[in-house]
């Protein structure tokens, strides 16, 4: 089944994908999710703005997102990936993901304020409770970073 939004409506909003991931504020790193086939992929957006926390520091003068919140936020998208992926847990319990894994990091184009980075994972494998997740940000079409990503869902 696949599940996409039309450009004006997101298939998850903030809201929603607060019920998935445990990440908050300043830590949530996804803002849409634009379309998703659970075991597949799912496209998602970070709005990078000159408000965001790290800009401070990382550089005061030359603002660039840091390469670990990159990945951070693929990892984001890939989680959302992964609860619609596996069952839920027994009795409904809550699950969280971890990131298990990366390999093969490359960054390709920096990141600053007022870029949409789009996010992009697909699923390598999942086996049993570990997924593998080919991962990919771009912005204005152009690769920013890739990575392959590992992830362990765990019951909370």
């Not at 298939?11 to 790193?29: A, D, G, S």
């Not at 390598?124 to 992830?151: H, P, S, T, Y």
Request: charge should be positive; include cysteine; hydrophobic fraction near 50%.
């Amino acid at each position: 089944m696949t599940e996409s939004a039309t450009p004006n409506t997101p298939l998850f909003e903030v809201t929603q994908i607060r019920e998935l991931l445990p990440h908050r504020y300043p830590f949530l790193l996804v803002d849409r999710v634009l379309s998703l086939v659970p075991g597949k992929s799912v496209r998602a957006i970070k709005n990078v703005t000159i408000n965001e926390p790290f800009f401070q520091g990382h550089f005061p003068g030359k603002p660039v997102m840091p390469g670990v919140l990159i990945i951070e936020a693929m990892a984001q998208a890939a989680g959302v990936l992964a609860f619609k992926s596996v069952p839920p847990a027994p009795d409904n319990r809550q699950q969280i993901v971890y990131l298990a894994g990366i390999d093969g990091a490359r960054f390709k184009r920096m990141v600053i304020p007022g870029d949409q980075l789009v996010l992009e994972a697909d699923v390598d494998r999942i086996v049993r409770n570990i997924g593998k997740f080919r991962c990919r940000a771009l912005v204005d079409g152009q690769l920013a970073a890739e990575a392959l990503l590992m992830a362990a869902l765990q019951v909370a």
